[in-house]
């Protein structure tokens, strides 16, 4: 059997419908977990822990010993791209990710000629991971989506709507555009490196599409992931690639058919009629529960993952939720969510 029958993920992003949805969870290696807890103190720094692949490849093992996941998301950070060009980053507990804000003599200074030798324990952990997981298991890849690296390289840090990085793209055009090409490019790179050391499928993270107007979700979102799929491509052939735009709304559409990806993850915010009017049926979807009705659990939660699978039983369908799993979900509804998923 070939290994992509075999991974029935790869295959459903391939296009292949599967009996039921194979099933993974965005952030699954992480703090809900109290073996990553332990992990993550030994290690130091967050960033300590991305780039040491020994402990990369147990964080990101640990969810497929607990759950029957169908598959292994690298365990990393889509700030290492920025770190590797050369701008400050760090991790604060409580906090999240702090960078030194870019503004226009900055973005002259980031520096692409080191940025994938910089990454190299990254791609250690994903020959690792290829080498240590079982044949029927799809290792995905990822990077951040130019757009929402871009808003934490601007701003130093997240925001709830993108303001600095928002008012930069339209008062400093040039040097937007010269970030975005630095970001797409050190991007293709990246990511054909991962397939390369071994993924089988990647995921653009563009965890900050939402706030955007129609003009700046074509220059700012659609474009720069067009460049990266077609880039990507030239470089892995039929690469498959999941795009994730959090936030696209009414733009989902054009996004997934101008920027040529395999897959499109979908938010919860997303309602499930609009996608099966406005997508082609041949289109794979990924998605959609929202993270907290798995906090909660019971006949709740029960009831909209059976309706999801439902509602997109007619077409390829990879089962996640409509963005990260966060800390305090109990292990116990994640396994009654696998169980759904697998055996109804």
Not at 317 to 342: C, M, Q, S, W, Y
């Amino acid at each position: 059997m070939s290994p992509v029958a075999q991974r029935k993920l790869l295959a459903t992003v391939l296009g292949d419908r599967q009996d039921r949805p194979p099933v993974w969870i965005m952030r699954q290696a992480g703090r809900y977990l109290p073996e990553y807890r332990e992990t993550r103190k030994q290690a130091g720094t967050f960033l300590d822990l991305c780039y040491t692949p020994e402990l990369a490849v147990e964080v990101t093992m640990q969810p497929l010993r607990r759950f029957d996941l169908d598959a292994a998301i690298l365990f990393s950070d889509i700030l290492v791209i920025p770190d590797a060009l050369g701008q400050s980053v760090r991790f604060e507990v409580g906090e999240g990710p702090i960078l030194e804000p870019l503004d226009v003599a900055g973005i002259d200074r980031l520096d692409r000629s080191r940025a994938l030798e910089h990454l190299q324990p990254v791609l250690e952990t994903v020959r690792r991971l290829r080498a240590a997981l079982p044949m029927d298991k799809t290792l995905i890849g990822f990077c951040g989506a130019p757009w929402t690296v871009a808003t934490y390289m601007l701003n130093g840090r997240g925001s709830s709507d993108q303001w600095t990085a928002r008012r930069f793209a339209l008062e400093h055009p040039e040097a937007f555009d010269k970030l975005i090409d630095i970001l797409v490019e050190t991007s293709i790179d990246y990511l054909a490196a991962q397939f390369e050391a071994g993924a089988d499928v990647v995921q653009l993270f563009e965890s900050w599409a939402l706030n955007l107007d129609e003009t700046s979700f074509g220059r700012q979102v659609i474009e720069p992931n067009r460049r990266i799929v077609e880039g990507l491509r030239k470089r892995i052939p039929n690469a498959p690639i999941i795009g994730f735009p959090r936030g696209a709304a009414g733009n989902l559409e054009r996004f997934a058919r101008i920027t040529g990806v395999n897959a499109l993850g979908i938010d919860y915010s997303t309602p499930r009629d609009f996608v099966t009017a406005n997508l082609p049926r041949t289109l794979p979807v990924q998605g959609n529960l929202d993270p907290l009705r798995l906090v909660v659990g019971g006949e709740g939660m029960e009831k909209e993952v059976r309706q999801i699978i439902e509602a997109w039983s007619d077409r390829p369908h990879i089962f996640n939720l409509g963005h990260g799993i966060v800390p305090d979900t109990p292990i116990a509804h994640v396994e009654r969510l696998i169980e759904l998923v697998k055996r109804g």
